[in-house]
């Protein structure tokens, strides 16, 4: 699997073999100058090469646990709110979180990461612990204090059903590793920061395949969103989860042991059910569905 740290770029010699490849196939077609610009003018380009990337970048391994699909997200959803309001809706929803340092930082964002739908808002781990449960000093139980939290404010303002009601404790729920790293470097960037601001996408890049392919398939610097960043964005875009009928998301971010008995072999999930309530569950790392994608944030390079 790929590591947050810097790797192999176009400048070393493995980089400078795949831009050959690719000038060599843009000699070999012997362009006129307006094809050459008909071309260059086409959007998807990097698109096209950034999936090609992750499709190839870690070999056949889980690539059986993969299904072509079709399904988006809902239309009433329309993207990303600014991340402005984004910010001011999630200290509405935790009075205790100061907004100073995320509106600085939103105001002055890196540029976009390739494979990001946008910038999020999502509170930060600390910063719940010591309004809500200051005695909880373990991390694992603070994040686990924290989902809990954040789950209680969704069925606060919807229909809700947590299928681990109970279970979500150290035992039963940790933080995947390279999300762990991911969040380090966030909170590092982001110092003292209540409210902590995310590029990340919610499934659409990774829709159809298993929890297991998605993770092999990330780019170096992807990660997978856990439950508390996939609650914070269903309580700053509910209508992300309005139908049956759409994609629903995976949150590759966590790992769940079923029996809580240290094999992690299962992952979150929301989705929303015909009875109109979204529900929060777990199931194998190896399942996969047309209707399900796993949701990811990117660090900015």
Request: aromatic share 10%.
């Amino acid at each position: 699997m790929a590591t947050l740290a810097p790797s192999v770029t176009s400048r070393d010699p493995k980089g400078h073999k795949f831009v050959s490849v690719v000038e060599a196939a843009y000699n070999k077609a012997r362009l006129t100058e307006e094809e050459a610009q008909r071309i260059n003018n086409t959007p998807g380009l990097v698109d096209l090469i950034t999936a090609f990337i992750a499709e190839n970048r870690s070999g056949n391994k889980y690539a059986s646990e993969v299904v072509r699909s079709n399904y988006v997200y809902p239309p009433e959803y329309k993207g990303p709110k600014p991340i402005v309001e984004q910010i001011r809706m999630i200290a509405e929803i935790f009075p205790c979180l100061d907004t100073a340092i995320a509106l600085d930082y939103a105001a002055r964002l890196p540029e976009l990461p390739e494979g990001a739908e946008g910038w999020f808002a999502i509170p930060s781990i600390g910063a719940l612990a010591r309004a809500h449960f200051p005695k909880v000093k373990d991390p694992a139980e603070q994040y686990c204090q924290a989902i809990l939290l954040t789950l209680a404010q969704i069925k606060a303002s919807r229909p809700f059903y947590n299928y681990r009601d109970g279970q979500i404790t150290p035992g039963y729920l940790r933080m995947h590793a390279r999300t762990a790293q991911a969040m380090e470097r966030i909170i590092e960037v982001q110092t003292g920061g209540d409210i902590l601001v995310i590029a990340a996408q919610l499934g659409l890049r990774h829709r159809g395949k298993s929890t297991c392919r998605a993770r092999e398939t990330f780019v170096v610097n992807e990660y997978g969103l856990g439950s508390l960043a996939g609650g914070a964005i269903a309580l700053t875009h509910p209508e992300r989860f309005v139908r049956r009928e759409q994609l629903h998301e995976d949150l590759p971010g966590d790992e769940f042991a079923l029996g809580a008995d240290g094999r992690f072999g299962y992952a979150p999930f929301f989705f929303l059910f015909c009875d109109g309530r979204v529900r929060f569950g777990a199931y194998g790392v190896g399942g996969y569905g047309a209707r399900y994608g796993s949701a990811s944030g990117f660090l900015p390079q």
